[in-house]
C-alpha cells in the first residue's frame, strides 16, 4: 500500500470536515472504525493532527497536517485521469444550482413533500456524478451510500435529513461533496461553482 492509498483518506477527511469524530471520518472514507482510530491517533503522534476531548471531542488537522495532506492530495491527482474528475465536477456544477433552489424551497414553503420526489430525481442524478468521480477515484465512492443513508432517513419522516446542518443530512454530503471535488482537482470556488 503506497503513501497516498494508506495515508490520505483520514487526513482528507479531516480536511474535507475540518473536525470530526472517528465514527464520521470512518463513515467519510468508507473505512472500518478500528482502522480509522490507528491512523487519527499515528496522525497525532505524527504532528498532523490534534484531538479535542470533552463535550465535543473530535480530530482537525495541524498546519503541518494541512501540508502532508496538500501533498499527497497533489500525488493522488498526478496519479489518475484528472479530466474525467473534472468532467464528473461538471455534472456536478449542473446539479449544484437546481439544488439549492430546492433546499430553499423546502427551508422556506414549509417542507412541502413534492420536494423530496423532487430530491429524488437529483439524486439520482447525484448517483451519477459520483460514480464518475469514482472511476478516477475510488475514494468518492462512498458518497453514494451517505446520499442513499440521508434521503432513505427523510422518507422515513426525518425533516431533518434534508438541509439540518451536521446531522448528516443530504446537504451536509452534498457540502462535502462539493469541498471534496474542489480540492482533489486544486480548484478554487468561483461563480459558476455558487455557495
Given at each position: 500500500m503506497d503513501a497516498v492509498t494508506a495515508g490520505l483518506p483520514v487526513l482528507h477527511a479531516l480536511r474535507v470536515k475540518g473536525f470530526a469524530g472517528a465514527g464520521a471520518v470512518a463513515e467519510a472514507t468508507g473505512l472500518d472504525l478500528a482502522v480509522v482510530e490507528t491512523r487519527l491517533e499515528a496522525a497525532v503522534a505524527a504532528g498532523q493532527a490534534t484531538r479535542?476531548?470533552?463535550?465535543?471531542?473530535?480530530?482537525?488537522?495541524?498546519?503541518?497536517?494541512?501540508?502532508?495532506?496538500?501533498?499527497?492530495l497533489a500525488e493522488e491527482l498526478a496519479a489518475l485521469d484528472a479530466a474525467a474528475l473534472g468532467a464528473a465536477y461538471e455534472g456536478f456544477v449542473a446539479l449544484n444550482e437546481p439544488f439549492k433552489v430546492l433546499c430553499t424551497r423546502w427551508q422556506t414553503d414549509g417542507q412541502p413533500p413534492a420536494c423530496i420526489g423532487e430530491l429524488a430525481v437529483i439524486h439520482a442524478s447525484a448517483l451519477r456524478v459520483v460514480a464518475a468521480?469514482?472511476?478516477?477515484?475510488?475514494?468518492?465512492a462512498s458518497y453514494e451510500q451517505r446520499f442513499v443513508a440521508a434521503l432513505d432517513r427523510l422518507r422515513a419522516g426525518d425533516t431533518s435529513a434534508f438541509t439540518a446542518p451536521l446531522t448528516g443530512s443530504y446537504h451536509d454530503v452534498w457540502m462535502e461533496l462539493h469541498h471534496d471535488l474542489l480540492l482533489t482537482l486544486d480548484r478554487q470556488r468561483d461563480a459558476a461553482d455558487g455557495d
Amino acid at each position: 500500500m503506497d503513501a497516498v492509498t494508506a495515508g490520505l483518506p483520514v487526513l482528507h477527511a479531516l480536511r474535507v470536515k475540518g473536525f470530526a469524530g472517528a465514527g464520521a471520518v470512518a463513515e467519510a472514507t468508507g473505512l472500518d472504525l478500528a482502522v480509522v482510530e490507528t491512523r487519527l491517533e499515528a496522525a497525532v503522534a505524527a504532528g498532523q493532527a490534534t484531538r479535542r476531548d470533552g463535550m465535543v471531542s473530535g480530530w482537525r488537522l495541524t498546519a503541518d497536517g494541512r501540508e502532508v495532506h496538500a501533498a499527497l492530495l497533489a500525488e493522488e491527482l498526478a496519479a489518475l485521469d484528472a479530466a474525467a474528475l473534472g468532467a464528473a465536477y461538471e455534472g456536478f456544477v449542473a446539479l449544484n444550482e437546481p439544488f439549492k433552489v430546492l433546499c430553499t424551497r423546502w427551508q422556506t414553503d414549509g417542507q412541502p413533500p413534492a420536494c423530496i420526489g423532487e430530491l429524488a430525481v437529483i439524486h439520482a442524478s447525484a448517483l451519477r456524478v459520483v460514480a464518475a468521480a469514482a472511476e478516477p477515484a475510488p475514494r468518492f465512492a462512498s458518497y453514494e451510500q451517505r446520499f442513499v443513508a440521508a434521503l432513505d432517513r427523510l422518507r422515513a419522516g426525518d425533516t431533518s435529513a434534508f438541509t439540518a446542518p451536521l446531522t448528516g443530512s443530504y446537504h451536509d454530503v452534498w457540502m462535502e461533496l462539493h469541498h471534496d471535488l474542489l480540492l482533489t482537482l486544486d480548484r478554487q470556488r468561483d461563480a459558476a461553482d455558487g455557495d
